[in-house]
């Protein structure tokens, strides 16, 4: 019995070790000191912390959306909950899976938070038509803010039955719209759907040449003519690949092509402190986003 008991009692101190560090992963009440190998891809990209984010633009219109505001409010096991806030107005609350590496799918990705805002600052855009979201991840934040103004979204990834089933969780509890999950392989024409989209978006689906190249002609298969594509990533040969891909097809105005920042601040109420995470200075992160509104002529 003593032995029943010692055991029991080990089993209980790792498992109580192992909620406190996916807790620290998330930046919940606990210090940055000591972050597990599994959060450091969430760290880099600031996917796993509570922070503001803020929207900041060199000689474009002044957008609906300005600021978002991105809490967690539970860290479990098996994954975390957050709130993603755009000003007041609109929010949704996600899922997400605590990271064990780099896998970009279960990733925040930061570009999607742009587009995201961006939609729900061109809201008219979406008035009515079916909008496809091409790599939606496990949060499909732009098929998110695209279901509160489309008739129709359909959240679209490769093939991972855990991913399809975090987006299915997000996509059931948030979206104001019906919607529709696929998977499409963007290198096997076979999975392409037998439908076409007024509007198809996508954001960080350029992450190499390859994918940039494939990915491009995914959208073009999918796209009516006159349809809207619209493209948020970080500047890189991947997105030039997909602009020289795209313009073959379709016209991009000079006023199409927007830059972005999106400043976040790490715990903007200082619920924690911020030196703890050496790789971000003064608690802030700045990244460069460059948004491309495309239409299709034939």
């Known amino acids: 019995i003593y032995i029943y008991i010692y055991v029991c009692v080990c089993v209980c101190v790792v498992s109580g070790n192992e909620v406190r560090k996916r807790a620290t992963a998330a930046g919940v009440g606990i210090s940055y ?100 979201e091409i790599g939606s991840g496990s949060q499909g934040l732009g098929g998110l803010a695209a279901s509160n103004y489309a008739r129709q979204v359909v959240f679209t990834d490769q093939l991972d039955n855990k991913l399809m089933r975090y987006l299915e969780l997000n996509a059931e509890q948030n979206a104001d719209a019906p919607i529709v999950l696929e998977f499409i392989d ?17 954001s960080d689906i350029d992450t190499t040449e390859l994918s940039a190249t494939y990915a491009a002609k995914t959208i073009l ?20 690949i997909m602009r020289k891909t795209l313009t073959e097809f379709c016209d991009i105005r000079p006023a199409s092509t927007q830059t972005v920042h999106l400043r976040s601040v790490l715990d903007p109420n200082n619920a924690l402190n911020p030196k703890y995470s050496p790789d971000i200075p003064r608690g802030e992160i700045t990244t460069r986003h460059e948004i491309t509104v495309m239409r299709r002529r034939r």
């Open 33 to 132: 000191n000591s972050l597990p190998p599994e959060a450091q891809a969430d760290k880099k990209f600031l996917g796993c912390c509570t922070m503001k984010h803020f929207l900041v633009r060199n000689g474009t219109p002044e957008w609906y959306v300005r600021s978002i505001s991105d809490e967690i409010l539970s860290v479990r096991p098996e994954g975390l909950k957050r709130k993603v806030d755009y000003n007041g107005k609109r929010r949704v609350v996600l899922r997400q899976k605590i990271q064990k590496n780099l896998d970009d799918g279960f990733r925040l990705s930061r570009s999607a938070l742009v587009l995201s805002a961006f939609i729900h600052s061109h809201s008219a855009c979406f008035d009515g038509h079916r909008v496809l």
């Open 221 to 240: 298969h999918h796209l009516k003519p006159g349809g809207l594509v619209i493209l948020v990533s970080i500047p890189g040969s991947g997105l030039n």
């Open 186 to 202: 963007w290198h096997f024409n076979r999975t392409f759907l037998e439908t076409s989209f007024n509007i198809v978006i996508a």
